[in-house]
């Protein structure tokens, strides 16, 4: 069992920059693979960002290619969103999600965060 705690979003002027963490327990961690959903309000949760277990394969969506940066640090459990160039577009709850079978870009996951607000005002 893995569960996983979003933390670091918030209110941030257009332009600006929020780095959310996904803390995961269970020892299991570091061989799952991860991923970033977000979902705004009467919109469909969405593909942000995945990587494999061990950081070697990453991507992002085309709508956050070159402002938003996904990694990992699996001795802390954790991975990590940067999100720069930040967008009203942008505002979302984002969702932390882990599999053991790897990433993808579809909501497959096993285990999901209960996510983090972030709201970007223009």
């Known amino acids: 069992q893995v569960q996983l705690v979003e933390s670091g979003g918030g209110l941030v002027q257009a332009g600006g920059s929020l780095r959310l963490s996904c803390a995961a327990s269970g020892r299991t961690f570091r061989n799952y693979g991860a991923g970033w959903f977000r979902q705004a309000p009467g919109k469909e949760r969405e593909f942000v960002a995945g990587?494999?277990?061990?950081?070697?394969?990453?991507a992002v969506a085309d709508s956050v290619k070159g402002r938003f940066t996904i990694s990992r640090d699996n001795a802390k459990n954790t991975v990590y969103l940067q999100m720069n160039s930040l967008k009203p577009e942008d505002t979302a709850v984002y969702y932390c999600?882990?599999?053991?079978?790897?990433w993808g870009t579809g909501p497959n996951y096993a285990y999901w965060g209960q996510g983090t607000q972030v709201t970007v005002s223009s």
């Open positions: 999600a882990a599999d053991p079978t790897g």
């Open positions: 990587i494999s277990w061990s950081g070697g394969s990453a």
